[in-house]
């Protein structure tokens, strides 16, 4: 994720403006990782979530099945009428610290 973040200028000088920032979250789930020395799923999973009660939420991976965890769909109109296509591909094959958490239903 972090490539993504490479190259990108500043805005503004720190401190004098504020916008919100998808690769500002990126670059805060890599210093939460440099600085607890955990990978950023297992500090959200062990600081956040479990504490929380939240034992069915995760950056789950698209690819592999999670017991519970609905698939989206987004409505398209077409020429031949309404059309549902399942939105998995349009988001990351896996969550990170600008988006991407899952909760599913308690067993």
Known sequence: MMAFARGDAVKFEPGTQWAYSQ???LVLGKVIEIVTGASYYDYL???IFTPAGMTNTDNYQLDL???????????????NG??????????????????????TRKS
């Open 23 to 25: 690769t500002g979250f």
């Open 45 to 47: 999973r062990e600081h």
């Open 65 to 79: 099945v999670t017991p519970d965890l609905a698939v989206g769909y987004d409505r398209e109109t077409t020429d």
């Open 82 to 103: 309404v059309v549902y296509r399942k939105n998995l591909f349009r988001y990351l094959l896996r969550g990170s610290s600008a988006a991407g958490a899952y909760s």
